[in-house]
Nanobody
Framework: VQLVESGGGSVEPGGSLRLSCAAA????????IHWVRQATGKGPEWVAS????????TYQDSVKGRFTISRDDANNTAYLQMSDLEPEDTAMYYC??????????????WGLGTQVTVST
């Protein structure tokens, strides 16, 4: 599993970012994809998931209505559109592939991450 995240950066509260996750080395379209974040000094936190056919999308309550997960199977890429960002969203963001219960236990299923910082 090879996953490379990009699109992070520093924004002010209320701003937007679009994270991308480029996948290689596995049959992307047959895998559920997830976004996980980890703030400094805290444990990993599941953010959002999209199933292999793209029809089921689930979100952590704190990001519902602000974040949108999507996927482009033709280009082996997943996205996380983040709007109305809050300082509490500051974290390293990782995409991950596979069953959610496995992803949350095995960091080998994650990419290297992209940093998102929300501050004035």
């Amino acid at each position: 599993v090879q996953l490379v995240e990009s699109g992070g950066g520093s924004v002010e509260p209320g701003g937007s970012l679009r994270l991308s996750c480029a996948a290689a080395g596995f049959p992307f379209k047959t895998y559920d994809i997830h976004w996980v974040r980890q703030a400094t000094g805290k444990g990993p936190e599941w953010v959002a998931s999209i199933n292999m056919n793209g029809y089921e999308r689930t979100y952590q309550d704190s990001v519902k209505g602000r974040f949108t997960i999507s996927r482009d199977d033709a280009n082996n890429t997943a996205y996380l559109q983040m709007s109305d960002l809050e300082p509490e969203d500051t974290a390293m963001y990782y995409c991950a592939a596979g069953a959610r219960v496995l992803v949350m236990r095995d960091r080998k299923l994650w990419g290297l991450g992209t940093q998102v910082t929300v501050s004035t």
